[in-house]
Each structure stands twice: as structure tokens, then as C-alpha cells.
């Protein structure tokens, strides 16, 4: 995609006007990892990459207070989008180096939410992660979701149709697999297209105010106030 749809001076789309986007998802090839055999040929090719787009699915709760762990790890690069079903993985290491590698980059909405999460089922570092809302917000794009970030960016939509289904399922359905995908998918895209930006008048202008200095205050306690009061006689008693 070489013509961007953004314009800075326009204001952000509505949800109204998102609906009526034609939809945009990813036709290129994916590979299913669900065992640690077919993990290691997937980290083989990933750790070639400097560069990949990142989300993660999770079982959505329907009890309050509940904690569901991610059920799945979706990683693109611009060749393949790969799926990794982490109940079938029992060897993280070699996923948590790329995952951890700051000279890595993986690009992706929220991510270091999702990190947080993903150090509940094994040891992962945040290194070379980026935040595409914190970036789009820099080129001007005042959008949250990869699904905002896509419509104002590309002219695109994201379908959301299978967000709330079972991500802990044995085995995902198609249209799952092609959610799942397109949402990596997009991630990578929208960071090869927003690193073309240049930073917003606006947002140069936040980094260039000068910083406030803090105010100190002094804490007055009953001790404090009697010890100035003595100090404040002395010096009316030596003037006189």
C-alpha cells in the first residue's frame, strides 16, 4: 500500500464511518505451530527477521474477576504470519529469546500488556517492543485500536467477528485462524507505514515544552513553628 489514507488536518473517523470501510485481511500464507517441533522450524525462520508484527488471543471470561492466560501467539513477518497454540508447546525458551530480543522489533497494539501477560506462563523480557497507538499518536493519529489506527490510517477496516470466540479450543476454525493472522498482519503493516510519517507539529510541540520545575514545600509541624518562633525573638533581642 503506498497511498496513505490519513490526513492530519481531518478529524478521525466515527464508528458510523469505519462500518462503511471495505474490509482488509491477510491472504498470504500461515503456518499452524501447535508442537514444540514444529515451534523450532517456526523460531528457526522468525529469528531472521528484524522486524515483526505481534498480538496475541485469549479465552474471553464470562465470570467476573476471572484470569484467562493468552491461548495463542501471532507472529508475521512479511513472508508468513505464524500461529502458535501455546497448549501444545511445552519448550519456550527458544520463543521467549525472539520474544525477549530488543534487536527484534514487534510492532502491536497494547503489547506490553500482552507481554505481562505472557510472563504468567513463562519468562519473557519487553525488548524491542513497540506500542502502534503510542506511534500513531507521535504521527499525529489520536487512535487506540488496531482497528481505529487502520481505518485512519489505511482506509481499511478489521473485522472483529471472531475476537470473542474460544481461543482454547483444540482446534481453531477457519475463520479464527484468518482473524487471528490479519491482526499480526496488521501490525507489521501499520509500522512499515507509520515509521514513513513524519512526527505531528502537535506532538513536537508537547516534547518541546519546558518542564515544569516542582514546587517544593516546606512541612510545618508544631515543632517547627515553636523553634522559629525562638529563633524570631533572639534576633528581635540582639537588635535591641
Known amino acids: 500500500m503506498s497511498t496513505l489514507f490519513f490526513d492530519e488536518t481531518k478529524p478521525l473517523l466515527?464508528?458510523?464511518?469505519?462500518?462503511?470501510l471495505p474490509a482488509i485481511t491477510y491472504e498470504g500464507e500461515i503456518v499452524l505451530v501447535r508442537s514444540d517441533e514444529e515451534l523450532q522450524l517456526a523460531v528457526n525462520e522468525l529469528k531472521k527477521n528484524s522486524l515483526l508484527g505481534f498480538d496475541t488471543e485469549t479465552r474471553p471470561k464470562f465470570i467476573k474477576g476471572a484470569m484467562n492466560l493468552p491461548s495463542l501467539i501471532q507472529l508475521a513477518t512479511d513472508k508468513k504470519v505464524y500461529l502458535i497454540q501455546l497448549q501444545?508447546?511445552?519448550?519456550?525458551?527458544?520463543?521467549?529469546?525472539?520474544?525477549?530480543?530488543?534487536?527484534?522489533?514487534?510492532?502491536?497494539?497494547?503489547?506490553?500488556?500482552?507481554y505481562r501477560s505472557l510472563a504468567r506462563l513463562f519468562p519473557v523480557s519487553q525488548g524491542g517492543l513497540v506500542d502502534l497507538a503510542k506511534l500513531a499518536n507521535q504521527k499525529g493519529i489520536k487512535a487506540q485500536g488496531l482497528r481505529t489506527i487502520s481505518a485512519n490510517l489505511l482506509g481499511y477496516k478489521v473485522s472483529k467477528g471472531a475476537?470473542?470466540?474460544?481461543?482454547?479450543?483444540?482446534?481453531?476454525?477457519?475463520?479464527?485462524?484468518?482473524?487471528?493472522?490479519?491482526?499480526?498482519?496488521?501490525?507489521?503493516?501499520?509500522?512499515?507505514?507509520?515509521?514513513?510519517?513524519?512526527?505531528?507539529?502537535?506532538?513536537?510541540?508537547e516534547?518541546?515544552?519546558?518542564?515544569?520545575?516542582?514546587?517544593?514545600?516546606?512541612?510545618?509541624?508544631?515543632?517547627?513553628?515553636?523553634?522559629?518562633?525562638?529563633?524570631g525573638k533572639s534576633l528581635e533581642e540582639s537588635l535591641n
Open 207 to 231: 516534547q518541546a515544552k519546558p518542564k515544569k520545575k516542582k514546587r517544593r514545600f516546606r512541612f510545618f509541624s508544631k515543632k517547627n513553628s515553636e523553634q522559629e518562633n525562638i529563633a
Open 163 to 205: 475476537q470473542c470466540s474460544n481461543w482454547a479450543s483444540e482446534t481453531l476454525s477457519h475463520s479464527q485462524i484468518q482473524y487471528a493472522a490479519t491482526d499480526a498482519w496488521i501490525g507489521l503493516l501499520l509500522y512499515t507505514q507509520l515509521i514513513q510519517l513524519a512526527d505531528s507539529p502537535t506532538y513536537l510541540a
Open 14 to 20: 466515527t464508528k458510523e464511518e469505519i462500518n462503511l
Open 88 to 114: 501444545h508447546i511445552t519448550q519456550t525458551e527458544e520463543l521467549a529469546k525472539i520474544l525477549s530480543d530488543e534487536h527484534i522489533i514487534k510492532a502491536g497494539v497494547a503489547i506490553h500488556d500482552d
